[in-house]
């Protein structure tokens, strides 16, 4: 199993940034698939995840109604588009794949690497 996160960078605050999540060796709609981030000197936190069909959607209540996570099955890719992104969503964020059906760090198997977001003006 392998997840590679892409789509970070430096934005103002008010942007918007789409991260990616390709994954490969296993099929993201066959499983829960997350995005979780973590701040210099804390904890990982779950941001958002999308279950396996109907494919219900968790979000943190930090980043409703500004995140959008979705997935393309075709292409095996998990999104997070971020709107209005704000100072306090800086950090690393992480792609995560869980057999179970928390989407909570803690119940993660498989991580990726992760992608830096910065959000500064």
């Known amino acids: 199993v392998q997840l590679v996160e892409s789509g970070g960078g430096l934005v103002q605050p008010g942007g918007s940034l789409t991260l990616s999540c390709a994954a490969s060796?296993?099929?993201?709609?066959?499983?829960?698939i997350g995005w979780f981030r973590q701040a210099p000197g804390k904890e990982r936190e779950e941001v958002s995840c999308?279950?396996?069909?109907?494919?219900?959607?968790y979000y943190a209540d930090s980043v409703k109604g500004r995140f959008t996570i979705s997935k393309d099955n075709a292409k095996n890719i998990v999104y997070l588009r971020m709107n209005n992104l704000k100072p306090e969503d800086m950090g690393d964020y992480y792609c995560?794949?869980?057999?179970?059906?928390?989407?909570?760090?803690?119940?993660?198997?498989?991580w990726g690497k992760g992608t830096l977001v910065t959000v500064s003006s």
């Open positions: 995560g794949l869980s057999y179970g059906d928390s989407c909570m760090a803690s119940g993660i198997d498989n």
């Open positions: 060796g296993i099929i993201v709609d066959y499983y829960l």
């Open positions: 999308i279950t396996t069909p109907p494919g219900r959607r």
